[in-house]
Nanobody, 122 residues
Framework: QVQLVESGGGLVQAGGSLRLSCAASGRTFSSRAMGWFRQAPGKEREFVAVNTWSGSTTYYADSVKGRFTISRDNAKNTVYLQMNSLKPEDTAVYYC???????????????WGQGTQVTVSS
């Protein structure tokens, strides 16, 4: 019903920046919320940021607040995650997700992208 494709990951030194993109297609009208999650080796998938296509809701995990910014381009059906002041602990596979409600719970999202690797060196 909804297809998501992430891009923009890579290798960056601590203090650097990256911008991730998530292109959405399909029946996106039923998925009001677009979230970003990340998963490091051996750890559970954790919430990073979420917004809605309408722009009515935007919030961030405490660990990234003030450093990461989520945004969207409705005409392109694309959501972005601008990541500044990156730290080694930000290293993970980053996933975008689509769901009906804006929530921190990954189990509440119906659709997921394939993920893009972000590696931050010290």
């Amino acid at each position: 019903q909804v297809q998501l494709v992430e891009s923009g990951g890579g290798l960056v030194q601590a203090g650097g920046s990256l911008r991730l993109s998530c292109a959405a297609s399909g029946r996106t009208f039923s998925s009001r919320a677009m979230g970003w999650f990340r998963q490091a080796p051996g750890k559970e998938r954790e919430f990073v940021a979420v917004n809605t296509w309408s722009g009515s809701t935007t919030y961030y995990a405490d660990s990234v607040k003030g450093r990461f910014t989520i945004s969207r381009d409705n005409a392109k059906n694309t959501v972005y995650l601008q990541m500044n002041s990156l730290k080694p602990e930000d290293t993970a596979v980053y996933y975008c997700a689509a769901g009906f409600s804006a929530t921190v719970d990954p189990n509440a999202y119906s659709y997921w992208g394939q993920g893009t690797q972000v590696t931050v060196s010290s």
